[in-house]
């Protein structure tokens, strides 16, 4: 039975995916679109993913240099039943940007580079084969910025499709809030215009699960005013006991929800510490207002504490601060060339309305002092504060975006590396992160209302992934879904 089913599902997969290579290099090549196959000379360098613990050979990658183009490719997979994605920055933690799987055919925007800033209205229109830095830069050069991630090599693309966190989305949002209108493709290749007036329901869908609902080749985004002065600042301790992290956790959920600014962002990341039962423990952000009224604010958080090892503080501008927290890397994409790392990553999104209880973060403190200390991974644990008094994420109704979870006080990477960086992944590396995760899920209310973040997406979810991502927006999303991309040619893992 089971064996008979198997073989069904392979015949099932095959005829899907059967496909006319020849059919497919002849249409692109007939509407001009240069395009990489698996027997090219590039087709490795431009197949590599981000994350080496994947290994993806997709069918094509093509490289369209305008939106015709990313629908002519569009309608060319299609037409043969193809699995399309897009790729904008290729950052995607499971290689999503090349489908994932094996066989897909791969949409590489990384032509599409336009970004007008336009004085008129603060808007600006973005083409979404940016990479965040150089939108930080071209934004600044105008005098504007706009909320997104540190990382300056992440894609515009997946990242205002998913959200797009950064120490200024308390203040203004998610990458995706800022989103006026937007161009897309859509899986029969159609381009359409989509905002709040001109096909909303697809507005609605791109704004929190874009890569499956078509391609955008670009978004207009409102833009803010670049903060006049940006104060960066790191305190440190190498060594905190079970004990002390867990007050230090304990007291950041509650400092947040004391009056804090909106100018404030504010991050805590732990990871491995000197000797078991010790973790070392950073509390990183930024401040955009006037940089004397810093130390105040954060006052009443770091009495918790004891005195830290180091503490890093920097004035400077704006654009001072997006390069900070992007070293090493440069903030300029096109001066050095990308990394790459070997990792597997989940999440948990904390609501704001039920904070982790006492227990739950006593257990989670003492895994990461404890298995953590044992294990082979080289990992860290990220609090990235989304909510607290003030927060502009939170503000944004449930249901104007597909985004799912306004209700966040923390967004919680967990993040683990092979020693070396490089493949493999060690297989031990996979439960010690589940195990992670449960020590917090475990220790808290049966019927918890946690999520996961879709830029922060794991492939091993299973049943559950649906609820942690999309949440009460599923049903909406699937219908969408359903109307726009009846044969589901943007699939992929974790997707609608
Ligand atoms: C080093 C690093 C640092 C990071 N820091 C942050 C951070 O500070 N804050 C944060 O919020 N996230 C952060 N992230 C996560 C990041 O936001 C996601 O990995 C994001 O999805 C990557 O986007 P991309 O375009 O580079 O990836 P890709 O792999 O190109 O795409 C990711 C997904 O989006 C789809 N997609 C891409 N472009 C489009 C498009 N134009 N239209 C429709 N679908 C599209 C792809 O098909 C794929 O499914 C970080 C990631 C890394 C690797
Ligand atoms: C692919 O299509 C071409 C052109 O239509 C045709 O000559 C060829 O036989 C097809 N190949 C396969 C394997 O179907
Ligand atoms: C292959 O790579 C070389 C060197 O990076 C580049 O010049 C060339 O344009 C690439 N070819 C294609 C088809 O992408
Ligand atoms: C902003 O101005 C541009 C022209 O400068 C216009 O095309 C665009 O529609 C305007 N956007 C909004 C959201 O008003
Ligand atoms: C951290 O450093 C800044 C700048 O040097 C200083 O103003 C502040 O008092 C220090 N704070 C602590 C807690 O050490
Ligand atoms: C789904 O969630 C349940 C309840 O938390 C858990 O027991 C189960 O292991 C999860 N399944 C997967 C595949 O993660
Ligand atoms: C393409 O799909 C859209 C959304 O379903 C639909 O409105 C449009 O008519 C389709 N276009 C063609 C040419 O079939």
């Known amino acids: ?63 369209p240099t305008s939106v015709a183009q990313v629908s002519s490719v569009v309608a060319a997979g299609a037409a043969q039943n193809l699995e399309v994605v897009a790729r904008s920055g290729g950052h995607s933690y499971i290689a999503n940007g090349l489908g994932g799987t094996n066989g897909a055919l791969v949409v590489d925007l990384s032509k599409l580079k336009a970004i007008t800033v336009r004085p008129s209205n603060n808007t600006a229109l973005i083409e979404s084969g940016n990479r965040l830095g ?7 050069a105008a005098g504007r910025a706009l909320p997104h991630g540190t990382c300056s090599y992440v894609g515009i693309g997946g990242h205002s499709g998913y959200g797009g966190f950064g120490f200024t ?24 215009a989509a905002s709040a007036n001109v096909n909303p329901d697809i507005f609605w869908a791109i ?5 499956s609902v078509g391609i955008v080749t670009s978004i207009e985004v409102q833009t803010f005013k670049a ?28 400092y947040a929800t ?14 491995k510490g000197p000797s078991s039962g010790k973790v070392a423990f950073v509390f990183t952000g930024a401040y955009y207002g006037n940089s004397v009224a810093l130390n105040t604010i954060i006052a009443p958080y770091l009495k918790n504490l004891p005195k830290p090892t180091s503490n ?13 927290f992007a070293g090493p890397q440069p903030v300029n994409t ?26 739950a973060i006593n257990a989670f403190t003492t895994y990461m002092a404890t298995q953590g200390f044992a294990s082979v991974t080289s990992w860290f644990v990220q609090l990235e504060l989304y909510g607290g008094t003030n927060s502009a994420i939170n503000t944004v109704p449930l249901d104007s975006t597909a985004f799912a979870k306004r209700d966040t006080l923390f967004t919680i990477q967990l993040y683990a590396s092979s020693a070396t960086g490089a493949p493999p992944y060690p297989a031990a590396g996979f439960a010690f992160m589940d195990g992670m995760v449960a020590s917090i899920v475990d220790n808290s209310p049966a019927n918890w209302n946690y999520g996961a973040y879709l830029n922060y997406i794991d492939d091993r979810l299973g049943v559950n992934a649906t609820n942690l991502y999309y949440g009460p927006h599923y049903a909406r999303l699937k219908s969408i879904k359903a109307r726009v991309d009846p044969k589901d040619i943007f699939r992929f893992p974790a997707g609608v």
């Open 169 to 192: 989305s308390r203040a203004w949002g998610l990458t995706l809030d800022t989103v006026k209108s937007a161009t897309v493709v859509l899986a029969n290749g159609t381009v359409v």
């Open 334 to 359: 096109a001066s050095a060339p990308d990394v790459s790392d070997t990792f597997y990553t989940k999440s948990l999104m904390t609501p704001q309305s039920a904070p982790m209880s006492t227990a």
């Open 312 to 324: 890093n503080t920097k004035v400077g501008t704006y654009i001072n601060s997006v390069s900070f």
């Open 1 to 63: 039975m089971v064996l008979l089913s198997l073989l069904n599902i392979a015949a099932l997969s095959t005829c899907a995916a059967a496909q006319n290579l020849t059919v497919l290099q002849q249409t692109l090549s007939a509407h001009g679109v240069s395009a990489v196959y698996q027997k090219d000379k590039n087709y490795t360098t431009v197949s590599q993913a981000y994350n080496r613990r994947f290994t993806i050979s997709p069918l094509a990658v093509a490289f």
């Open 227 to 254: 903060p006049a002065s940006a104060t960066v600042f790191q305190y440190s301790w190498n060594s905190l006991s079970i004990a002390a992290a867990s007050t230090a956790i304990a007291a950041f959920q509650t």
């Open 207 to 211: 704004r929190g699960a874009s890569p």
């Open 258 to 271: 004391t009056k804090i600014p909106a100018e404030l962002g504010a991050e805590l990341t732990l990871s």
């Open 134 to 140: 150089d939108v930080a830069l071209a934004l600044n």
